[in-house]
């Protein structure tokens, strides 16, 4: 089985505020993908990243960036400076291989509201 | 390049009644996912296809739920009769295949009065 867990209900940061938005998983495959997306208010998931299990560097993108540890089996983001338009609901996600190959399994989501 | 599409967007029925969605996908994606997200919780999976095959339909309710693919492209999600609980939005996701990210389409929000 496997399972994502979004430990933060709700973020509320100030503009220009860095902040971390956790995401623990549970698989025993060895080989795993891992995912975040975004849920903006018009509610449409929109991709932000995908990493497999077997690389672990951290990943940055503009003010986004992603800390992958599979020992803590963890992958959190993080948004430096944040801005307004940041504010959406935030998944993390996971596929699996095994008998679920294939299937994307989500956490229960992080409310992060920016506020100016 | 067109995303996923799904229609309708919003739909509002009568308890009781039947319901169907239609979702596109990305040209060329082989793996179709339907989900149903519940407010203020995660996508959990209904449904997925490889190509015209159904390989994971363990949460999908068989008693009112069904879903196909034909050709493996298109696919429809239909429920009937609708019970107030299935209240939700339902989103139709493609991707290349089984170990790549999914793209969403804007989903269905599904009211049953």
């Known amino acids: 089985a496997q399972k994502v867990t979004q430990a933060q209900t709700e973020i509320s940061v100030v503009e220009k505020e860095d902040v971390t938005l956790d995401c623990v998983y549970e698989t025993r495959d060895t080989t795993y993908y891992l995912f975040w997306y975004k849920q903006p208010p018009s509610g449409e998931l929109v991709f932000l990243i995908r990493?497999?299990?077997?690389?672990?560097q951290n990943e940055i993108s503009g003010r986004y960036s992603w800390n992958f540890q599979k020992s803590t089996s963890s992958f959190n983001f993080t948004i430096t400076a944040s801005q307004v338009v940041d504010s959406a609901v935030y998944f993390c996600?996971?596929?699996?291989?095994?008998?679920?190959?294939?299937?994307?399994?989500f956490g229960q989501g992080t409310i992060l509201t920016v506020h100016p | 390049e067109a995303g996923v599409v799904q229609s309708p967007r919003y739909k509002i029925i009568e308890k009781k009644q039947p319901v169907a969605f239609w979702c596109n996908p990305i040209s060329g994606h082989n793996t179709l996912y339907w989900y149903r997200q519940n407010l203020g919780q995660g996508p959990e999976l209904l449904i997925r296809?490889?190509?015209?095959?159904?390989?994971?339909d363990s949460q999908l309710p068989k008693d009112r739920f069904s879903a196909e693919r034909l050709k493996g492209v298109d696919s429809t999600l239909k429920i009937q009769p609708a019970e107030l609980g299935d209240s939700a939005v339902y989103l139709c996701?493609?991707?290349?295949?089984?170990?790549?990210?999914?793209?969403f389409g804007q989903g269905t929000r599904l009211t049953v009065v």
């Open positions: 996600a996971l596929k699996a291989g095994g008998t679920s190959y294939g299937k994307l399994t």
């Open positions: 296809y490889e190509n015209e095959e159904a390989v994971d």
């Open positions: 990493r497999n299990s077997f690389d672990e």
């Open positions: 996701a493609s991707s290349f295949g089984p170990s790549t990210e999914a793209f």
